[in-house]
């Protein structure tokens, strides 16, 4: 009841100040170690997600130590199948789409040299028949790639005979007419220009600038891998200790808050783990969705795509960021069967709106239920918010986060407003 309530004294004020202080220093302390506390956060994150399979195979080999390994290594193994499966085949996509930007340049050239032909018939139509036909066999084409070709041959072939600057002229005589003689009469008056001058000293002292930028770049790609290394030590420690972490971490609580805190936490814990299991049946069923779907309209890569797309499904409306790869993979359809990219696009956009469709009315509500209390919406916003709080590290910690707030609104505000009530 009211009269029941707390006074608000001058030392609850006091330690409800200090609190709040503490709270907002633990805060900055987290802001400004986020680089140093990344990798320990995400080998926490991944031991409690493989401790249930290391749980697994220690029953069966009796050895911890034997387990990890054993977990780290089928972990390894089935992400290098995952690769040599899709690899190959991003491959094959890859040297299909040279082929058809390939395709599509030839096609470019043939129609500009079949239009300079074109202009150029009625200009000569009023002189003898043999003589155009004679010239439009002797001409050349309008892009000059041939020419270019054969100049280049005969520029090293005569590079013991003739100077350079002659053999230099030849070239550019045999390209003259072309769009590529054009183009290189242009850049020499560039070269001998001021512009071009002043262009190499603003150039000069940009790579000054640069040659630190590679440097950096360099040290960044070094300290990458060095904490993908310290992300596998941390992982390896944490899954050997996770029992002894389990079994003694009640002892270092407060007596007073001892049970409120561990039933807090248990809590917790059911929630996230009904999470990440609904989730991952979710993503699954998306993956393989996405992946008829894209199969159906004749996607490149669509079954290495979908299953990306899926992966994406682990966070909520994540994989909307996968449409702008996915315009480019229906230009690339469009480009193979010689079809609109309109309608490639739209065939595209179907796909993910019939899956989302099915994902939102049949997959989720049935996978997931009301046993989770964590609906879509709920997650989106909490990965915005910590990842803007605390960067990529709260992005990694972001459903673990938001789990935690949930359990404590459940814990301490729910039910202290069933009691007050």
Known sequence: ???????????????????????????????????????????????????????????????????????????????????????????????????????????????????????????SASGNADKVAEESAESTSALGWHELAEGWKEYRRDAGTQSRRERFAELRQKVAGTYIGQA???????????????????????????????????????????????????????????????????????????????????????????????????????????????????????????LFVGLLAMVPYLPAVSIVPGVMLAGLRAIEGDASFLVSVLLLLAVYGVVQVIQDTQITPRVMGKATGLRPIAILLGVFVWGKLLGFLGLILAIPLTCLGIAYYRRYVLMHEAKTN
């Open 1 to 123: 009841m009211a009269g029941e309530t707390t006074p608000y004294t001058f030392d609850r004020v006091v330690r409800m100040v200090l609190s709040a202080a503490a709270l907002v220093a633990v805060f900055l302390l987290l802001r400004y170690l986020s680089d140093v506390l990344l990798p320990f956060a995400v080998a926490v994150v991944l031991a409690y997600l493989l401790n249930p399979l290391v749980a697994l195979f220690e029953r069966r080999t009796r050895r911890r130590g034997v387990a990890v390994g054993v977990t780290l290594f089928g972990l390894a193994a089935l992400g290098l199948a995952l690769v040599v499966l899709i690899v190959p085949l991003m491959l094959g996509q890859v040297d299909r789409f040279r082929h058809d930007v390939r395709k599509l340049a030839d096609d470019l050239g043939a129609s500009i040299t079949a239009a300079s032909i074109t202009t150029a018939a009625p200009a």
């Open 184 to 306: 290189l009469d242009e850049a020499i008056g560039y070269v001998k220009s001021d512009d071009f001058r002043d262009l190499l000293l603003n150039t000069a002292r940009q790579l000054v600038a640069g040659g630190w930028s590679v440097v950096t770049f360099a040290v960044n790609v070094v300290l990458g891998l060095t904490g993908l290394v310290i992300v596998l030590v941390y992982l390896v420690f944490l899954l050997m200790d996770f029992p002894e972490y389990a079994r003694t971490w009640r002892s270092f609580l407060p007596p007073q808050y001892r049970d409120a805190t561990v039933d807090f936490l248990a809590q917790f814990d059911a929630a996230m783990r009904r999470y990440f299991r609904g989730q991952s049946v979710v993503a699954l069923l998306t993956g393989t969705l996405m992946a008829a779907g894209f199969t159906l309209i004749g996607l490149p890569m669509a079954v290495p795509f979908g």
